[in-house]
């Protein structure tokens, strides 16, 4: 059965929303599985993001009350069904999960009372970031509207989480490069008033570091501040 027109509507808005947040990602992420559990009916809906140190995919988000599922060990690239969606980078439908030999966990599903389940990947310019698995808690044939509608979500999805990690990935190069020149600054203002070679005056902002247990950009900053205020 296919779901009502204005939940889809209002599923796809909702994310649509949430590309152009501001938003931490575990946020965006929760707001997500939210979002599409409700839209799909789904009694656990979880979203998986790929490690890409150890090739796995990690649950990241749902709104399963289940600690057994949600502890569930991640999946190498091609394994299980959600493995299997994000190596494929197509939607994996699966009518009951307790006959389908590919499945993992099936003591879960069975504790949980897991039926159906439609996984679907997040794909970026043809790049799989991850996937949405929805499950049913009784028998379900997903239709074609309902794959596609979970595919625009998933998309959607994948954007929102892009654009959030580069976000992050440029704030964060931002900071490493206002660090460096902290430190630069600091380093010329120790060889000057101490008379010390690069090295050393690297050396003693360094120590200070490890001895009072402060960041490197703490310590420079400190020493910046002095200085302004001998002027």
């Given at each position: 059965?296919?779901?009502?027109?204005?939940?889809?509507?209002?599923?796809?808005?909702?994310?649509?929303?949430?590309?152009?947040?501001?938003?931490?990602?575990?946020?965006?992420?929760?707001?997500?599985?939210?979002?599409?559990?409700?839209?799909?009916?789904?009694?656990?809906?979880?979203?998986?993001?790929?490690?890409?140190?150890?090739?796995?995919?990690?649950?990241?988000?749902?709104?399963?009350?289940?600690?057994?599922?949600?502890?569930?060990?991640?999946?190498?690239?091609?394994?299980?069904?959600?493995?299997?969606?994000?190596?494929?980078?197509?939607?994996?439908?699966?009518?009951?999960?307790?006959k389908e030999k590919e499945y993992k966990h099936k003591d879960i599903a069975e504790k949980e009372n897991l039926s159906s389940l439609l996984c679907v990947?997040?794909?970026?310019?043809?790049?799989?970031i991850g996937v949405i698995n929805c499950y049913t808690s009784k028998p379900h044939d997903f239709t074609e509207t309902e794959v596609t509608i979970l595919t625009s979500i998933?998309?959607?999805?994948?954007?929102?989480?892009?654009?959030?990690?580069?976000?992050?990935?440029?704030?964060?190069?931002?900071?490493?490069?206002?660090?460096?020149?902290?430190?630069?600054?600091?380093?010329?203002?120790?060889?000057?008033?101490?008379?010390?070679?690069?090295?050393?005056?690297?050396?003693?902002?360094?120590?200070?570091?490890?001895?009072?247990?402060?960041?490197?950009?703490?310590?420079?900053?400190?020493?910046?501040?002095?200085?302004?205020?001998?002027?």
């Open positions: 059965m296919d779901r009502p027109l204005d939940k889809q509507i209002t599923a796809l808005s909702k994310i649509s929303k949430v590309i152009v947040s501001d938003m931490y990602l575990e946020d965006i992420l929760k707001l997500i599985v939210n979002v599409t559990a409700e839209m799909m009916d789904s009694k656990i809906c979880s979203l998986m993001l790929i490690d890409y140190k150890t090739k796995q995919l990690v649950i990241r988000a749902t709104q399963s009350m289940s600690d057994a599922y949600n502890k569930k060990l991640p999946l190498k690239i091609g394994e299980g069904i959600a493995g299997k969606a994000a190596k494929e980078n197509k939607p994996i439908i699966v009518k009951d999960i307790a990947p997040l794909s970026v310019k043809n790049r799989v998933a998309n959607q999805a994948a954007v929102a989480i892009e654009n959030t990690e580069l976000a992050i990935k440029s704030r964060l190069a931002k900071e490493e490069l206002e660090t460096r020149k902290k430190i630069e600054r600091a380093k010329g203002i120790i060889m000057k008033d101490e008379g010390k070679t690069e090295e050393e005056a690297y050396l003693k902002l360094q120590k200070y570091s490890m001895d009072n247990r402060k960041s490197l950009r703490e310590v420079a900053e400190a020493v910046i501040l002095a200085a302004d205020i001998k002027k």
